[in-house]
């Protein structure tokens, strides 16, 4: 197979991780690239080998690199929404133990859990412990 198949497949691999954040797709394409290198240099001339390549060395990035990427951009996620945590937001439907209500927080209508083993009733007030998404996780006054 030519290297520049591989190449072709390695950046729409990594163009794909853009679209999924699954940090997974970026590693196949790492792997691609690679095989698109040595392809390209002549140490990969047949299908096979150039599988085995593609394949070891998108298992070794996935292996090494991948829980250090999803701990440095979850970090950096977590760090970029903790401007809400400890305001106040007022039950707009009940929240139950287990199961998500709505809560309205600066005029907009929130889905909203919480860890606490008890109902909390509409009109209710509550304050938020953390932002999951587009959910934010409350909790009663003390």
Known sequence: MDGYIWAIAGILLVLLELLTTSFFAVFLGVGALITALLTYLGITESLSVQIIFFSVFSGLSVFLFRNMARSLFARAVKQQYSE??????VVEESI??????????????WIAYSGENKTIEKGSRVIIEEINGIKLKVKTPQ
């Open 84 to 89: 809400y945590v400890g305001e106040s937001a």
């Open 96 to 109: 139950e133990p287990g199961r998500e209500g709505k809560v309205l927080y600066r005029g907009t209508v």
